[in-house]
T-cell receptor, first 112, second 114 residues
């Protein structure tokens, strides 16, 4: 099935460091979403982006909808141990309930 | 507000058997989407149900089928199970027509096919 290109595949960082991950697509998306998934759980929505160029924050998380509508990035500032998990980007080709196309995931490990 | 719930949490089946997974949508949501997540992969869209009708389907064979009930809960049925069907099955609910809708996921059902 189709998946978005997400990088890096994994990151090992020290507590307090900033993190950046991104997602690219060959298709234009109308919506970009970022989810976090803990082991054995479903993805939890972190940030939703609906307009090209939009920059949105949620606490220490900041995400941007690329101006070309083919990419998005997620930054996490001052990482803490509970940030550990797998982060997925997801895009929608049309608005509202169109299927989500997911990235391949970025596994984040935070060391104290 | 009640979130998305799924049952069972875990299931073990053998090849050739049939399985039914269940999902209750978040309160107020009338659309349910199902995804399959293989180990180490991102979720893959199976199909979506809106007002009890299939509303889009991914690249999955016909032995994957579904239902949505008047209360918007949903079932995913898989016939003639294969080893590759082993995965985490996720459902997500949403409510179209209210602006910037997003999909909220349940905890998933982990299916192991032996």
């Amino acid at each position: 099935g189709q998946q978005l290109n997400q990088s890096p595949q994994s990151m090992f960082i020290q507590e307090g460091e900033d993190v950046s991950m991104n997602c690219t697509s060959s298709s234009i998306f109308n919506t970009w979403l970022w989810y976090k998934q803990d082991p054995g759980e479903g993805p939890v929505l972190l940030i939703a982006l609906y307009k090209a160029g939009e920059l949105t924050s949620n606490g220490r998380l900041t995400a941007q909808f690329g101006i070309t509508r083919k990419d998005s990035f997620l930054n996490i500032s001052a990482s803490i141990p509970s940030d550990v998990g797998i982060y997925f980007c997801a895009g929608q080709l049309t608005y509202n309930t169109d299927k989500l196309i997911f990235g391949t995931g970025t596994r984040l490990q935070v060391f104290p | 507000e009640t979130g998305v719930t799924q049952s069972p949490t875990h299931l073990i089946k053998t090849r050739g058997q049939q399985v039914t997974l269940r999902c209750s949508s978040q309160s107020g949501h009338n659309t349910v989407s199902w995804y399959q997540q293989a180990l180490g992969q991102g979720p893959q869209f199976i199909f979506q149900y809106y007002r009890e009708e299939e509303n889009g389907r991914g690249n999955f064979p016909p032995r994957f089928s579904g239902l949505q009930f008047p209360n918007y809960s949903s079932e995913l049925n898989v016939n003639a199970l294969e080893l590759d069907d082993s995965a985490l099955y996720l459902c997500a609910s949403s409510q179209p027509g209210q602006g910037e809708e997003t999909q909220y996921f349940g905890p998933g059902t982990r299916l192991l096919v032996l």
